[in-house]
Structures are given as structure tokens and as C-alpha cells.
């Protein structure tokens, strides 16, 4: 079985300062990891994501992630937070299905990030 | 433009007044699904279809019903609502072949549905 735990409902930091959003997750195969944005009243967009390539991730507007098999970790990193980056963030793992070639894909609860100015 | 269409965005009805929120994608996807999100519980998926004819329950099916007669359409249905299908739906739609290392998900505007 497949989970995905995002360990802050709610992280608030200011403009310029660095950005962690914590997620782990469990599946019993080699998972491919997701995150996804969703900005007031939008749809979700992806961030960036991970499928058995390079550990580290880069994805779009400066944020990027790391796999750490070890700790069933896939943490959101940004070094300078933007008043653009206040959203809602997800992640969200996607596995094997057995005796199909779809892959099963779960979310997390949600991580809402504040920017003060 | 590679899109995926959800309508209508906003609807309120009463309890037991059938209703169907159609989705629509333009990039020949075979995968598309259906969720709901609600405060601290993230998206669940209500439905999924892997081809025309092919559709399977998610993890909250209760209450709806969807179909896939077409490649391109996904309709989400809802023949009773409820109070408690007061949510925001999305419809999202993937290539989501392991073969193709390819499964991230596009994602409709989303469908904000009240059920008073």
C-alpha cells in the first residue's frame, strides 16, 4: 500500500527567507514522486518530479527536491521565498498497480504556505 | 493549447436534483479521473478510467457515478446529491503509462459545487 504524509498543514515564512515543505512517503515498489502547486482558486500545476533519475530535482520558479530513499523522504525546498510562492502545495506518489500498466496515484493532505512581506 | 475543461466552475443545487459536471481534454489521454478536495484531506479520487468503456472506482466512489463513452470526455454524475458532496471537484487526465515513464497529471480549473 501507498501513503503520503506532508508533515505541516501550514508553514508561513518571509519574503527572502528559505522555503521547506516536508513530505514522506511509504509504497512498497520504487514510487515516482510528484509535487503540484494550487494557487487561490486555480487548478493544480506541477512542480517538479521524480522518477528513479537524479535525486535532486529541479523544478519551475526555483524550487527543486530531494529524494532521499533512506528516509521515505521527497522534501520542497526553495531558497528565497517569493510574495507569488503563497499557495497550497501537494505531494503525491504514484505507484505500481499489480497486472496493469497504470500506475496508482495518491495525495497528500496538503501543505498551505504563507509569505510575509 | 494542451488543456483540460471542467464545467460548469461554480454550481449550487438542492438535495436530490440530478447533476452532471462535464470534462474535456484535447491532449488524446487515455487516463483521466475524477477528485474531490476538502480541507485537510487533500485530493481523494472518486473515479478513474484507464480507455473508452474502461472505468473503476477510487477511493471515495460513493454517490457517483461517471462514464467514458469517448476518449476526449470524462462526465462526472451525481443522480441524488447530497449535503455531503459539497466539495471541489477536479477532472484530470494522463498519459499514465509505466512503459512511457509518463504519468503526470493535468488538471482541470476545478468545479465548486454546493449542495444545500
Known amino acids: 500500500a501507498q501513503s503520503v504524509t506532508q508533515l505541516d498543514s501550514h508553514v508561513s515564512v518571509s519574503e527572502g527567507t528559505p522555503v521547506l515543505l516536508r513530505c514522506n512517503y511509504s509504497s512498497s515498489y520504487s514510487p515516482s514522486l510528484f509535487w503540484y502547486v494550487q494557487h487561490p482558486n486555480k487548478g493544480l500545476q506541477l512542480l517538479l518530479k521524480y522518477t528513479s533519475a537524479a535525486t535532486l530535482v529541479k523544478g519551475i520558479n526555483g524550487f527543486e527536491a530531494e529524494f532521499k530513499k533512506s528516509e521515505t523522504s521527497f522534501h520542497l525546498t526553495k531558497p528565497s521565498a517569493h510574495m507569488s510562492d503563497a499557495a497550497e502545495y501537494f505531494c503525491v506518489v504514484s505507484g505500481f498497480v499489480w497486472k496493469t500498466s497504470y500506475d496508482k496515484v495518491i495525495f497528500g493532505p496538503g501543505t498551505s504556505l504563507s509569505v510575509i512581506p | 493549447e494542451a488543456q483540460v475543461t471542467q464545467n460548469p466552475r461554480y454550481l449550487i443545487t438542492v438535495t436530490g436534483k440530478k447533476l452532471t459536471v462535464t470534462c474535456s481534454q484535447n491532449?488524446?489521454?487515455?487516463?483521466m479521473s475524477w477528485y474531490r478536495q476538502d480541507p485537510g484531506l487533500g485530493l481523494r479520487q472518486i473515479y478513474y478510467s484507464m480507455n473508452v468503456e474502461v472505468t473503476d472506482k477510487g477511493d471515495v466512489p460513493e454517490g457517483y457515478k461517471v462514464s467514458r463513452k469517448e476518449k476526449r470526455n470524462f462526465p462526472l454524475i451525481l443522480e441524488s446529491p447530497s449535503p455531503n458532496q459539497t466539495s471541489l471537484y477536479f477532472c484530470a487526465s494522463s498519459l499514465n503509462d509505466r512503459g512511457l515513464g509518463e504519468n503526470i497529471q493535468y488538471f482541470g480549473a476545478g468545479t465548486r459545487l454546493s449542495v444545500l
Open positions: 491532449m488524446n489521454h487515455e487516463y
